[in-house]
């Protein structure tokens, strides 16, 4: 299967601080997809990214897909400690879905 | 809208059995799909749907059956439980392919 590299698989931060995390593969995708996901919950979409170079903002999260359309990344200002959890980056090549191994955020109040 | 509704929320299966774990959507999606959770491996790919009656092999098929006789439902078979399907399992719809995935709550799933 399609191989997507998420970065970092872990974050310990404190409150207020930005939060950087990103995806690459190997392959382009058409559509990049970012979620959080919280314990014993399904993942919630937070961000969708459709066409190369596309910056959108949700709040105080940012997302970009990349000019190359093999990677995106994902931004979180000021963080607050309800953003813990974990995020999950998704690509969407052919009929199919592949996602990340997840990026997992504590925030320290 | 009730979204996306998995049933049931937890099971535990000896070897061998077989079960159906459910999945609806109430917003009139074609593109249906299951994925497992393993820990440290991100969500994989069972099976999808892009409409009613079309159903195809995702990155992790064996052992697993689906069918989709209406828009709304999308069910997943396990045909002779194994340990190695010990997971959490997640049914997700969108509009299209091309719109964004919404997720169910998960089935939680321990075999023995």
């Known amino acids: 299967g399609q191989q997507l590299n998420q970065s970092p698989q872990s974050m310990f931060i404190q409150e207020g601080e930005d939060v950087s995390m990103n995806c690459t593969s190997s392959?382009?995708?058409?559509?990049w997809l970012w979620y959080k996901q919280d314990p014993g919950e399904g993942p919630v979409l937070l961000i969708a990214?459709?066409?190369?170079?596309e910056l959108t903002s949700n709040g105080r999260l940012t997302a970009q897909f990349g000019i190359t359309r093999k990677d995106s990344f994902l931004n979180i200002s000021a963080s607050i400690p309800s953003d813990v959890g974990i995020y999950f980056c998704?690509?969407?090549?052919?009929?199919?879905?592949?996602f990340g191994t997840g990026t997992s955020l504590t925030v320290i109040p | 809208n009730a979204g996306v509704t998995q049933t049931p929320k937890f099971q535990v299966l000896k070897t061998g059995q077989s079960m159906t774990l459910q999945c609806a959507q109430d917003?009139?999606?074609?593109?249906m799909s299951w994925y497992r959770q393993d820990p440290g491996m991100g969500l994989r790919l069972i099976h999808y749907?892009?409409?009613?009656?079309?159903?195809d092999q995702g990155e992790v098929p064996n052992g697993y059956n689906v069918s989709r006789s209406t828009t709304e439902d999308f069910p997943l078979r396990l045909l002779s439980a194994a340990p190695s399907q010990t997971s959490v399992y997640f049914c997700a719809s969108s509009y299209t392919l091309d719109y964004e995935q919404y997720f169910g709550p998960g089935t939680r799933l321990t075999v023995t």
């Open positions: 749907s892009v409409g009613a009656g079309i159903t």
């Open positions: 998704a690509g969407q090549l052919g009929n199919q879905f592949y």
């Open positions: 392959s382009i995708f058409n559509t």
């Open positions: 990214l459709y066409k190369a170079g």
């Open positions: 917003m009139n999606h074609e593109y």
